[in-house]
């Protein structure tokens, strides 16, 4: 069972236990069931900068002392001393960053920021909602910073997730726009239609929800959806966009599953066209729905 779909059935048990008066904690549920942070090997990731051009190694330290790692891909055009638009990834459920650094053809004026979760990679402590969340809004401070970044031109890009992430920080932070690959509207959504006789919103208590985050959000936004996605099924997305609060652009993938999206060339165009259509224009067309690609 995938990690997402586990973490839903045993949290909604868990809980429904709880309400009945066994003590069953939240954090450490997440982080031995969805998180489950990817072990790699430290020398392979520390070798990352040195084996690409182009590539900073990031270092930052949260206010309670945890090392978060990642790295920096400068975009390739980049001129001495001009300020370049950059797209901050927040990554899905078992998924160390460093493997995204070269999929796909990106677009070459921007620049990518890939900081590992808690757990993840060389990023020290344990993942949960609200460290995750806290930390997140760390690398958006930091990126927006640096003097070398456009601070009117980030982008955040989350995956399954980590959409639910660029949505909670798109809704504190500013952002030029939000791309959102196999989103879901909440937890509470995907595990009502799977334990339709539990009480599921009450359980979740309003974790993980972002459609209650949307709404707040204006700016223009890229919905990536997997067409036989099982994990977060594309109603749940398109769900979500019907609450976006600004404008947006459903792509849904023909023939994918919810793993492996990264690999498919329709979705860097896709994500290529939004960014370039970023640059020329304020906005997207709102409620712009289309399907490309074929089957694997």
Request: charged letters at 20%; glycine letters at 10%.
């Amino acid at each position: 069972m995938a990690p997402m779909r586990l973490l839903i059935t045993l949290l909604t048990a868990g809980i429904s236990v709880l309400v009945v008066g066994c003590a069953v904690m939240l954090e450490p549920l997440e982080q031995r069931l969805l998180y489950r942070p990817w072990s790699a090997d430290p020398s392979y990731l520390a070798s990352v900068a040195s084996r690409n051009d182009g590539i900073e190694e990031v270092r930052l330290t949260t206010p309670d002392g945890v090392k978060l790692h990642g790295w920096l891909k400068h975009p390739p055009r980049a001129r001495r001393g001009e300020r370049f638009p950059l797209v901050i990834v927040f990554g899905g459920v078992r998924r160390e960053t460093s493997w995204m650094i070269n999929q796909g053809e990106k677009p070459g004026r921007w620049g990518w920021l890939f900081i590992n979760y808690r757990g993840y990679g060389l990023s020290q402590g344990e993942p949960s909602e609200r460290v995750v969340l806290d930390d997140a809004k760390l690398v958006y401070d930091y990126a927006a910073a640096r003097p070398d970044v456009d601070a009117s031109s980030i982008v955040l890009l989350g995956r399954s997730l980590g959409t639910y992430v660029a949505v909670a920080v798109a809704a504190e932070r500013k952002t030029r726009g939000t791309i959102l690959a196999t989103p879901f509207d909440s937890f509470a959504a995907l595990g009502a239609e799977r334990y339709p006789y539990l009480p599921v919103g009450v359980l979740l208590n309003g974790h993980y929800d972002s459609a209650a985050l949307a709404p707040a959000v204006t700016v223009p936004a890229l919905f990536v959806l997997a067409e036989n996605d099982n994990v977060t099924p594309v109603a749940n997305g398109e769900a979500l966009a019907r609450v976006w609060g600004g404008p947006y652009r459903i792509v849904t993938l023909a023939g994918a599953r919810h793993y492996g999206i990264e690999r498919r060339d329709e979705f860097w165009r896709a994500v290529g066209e939004f960014l370039r259509q970023l640059e020329r224009t304020p906005s997207v067309p709102p409620g712009t729905a289309m399907k490309v690609g074929s089957n694997p």
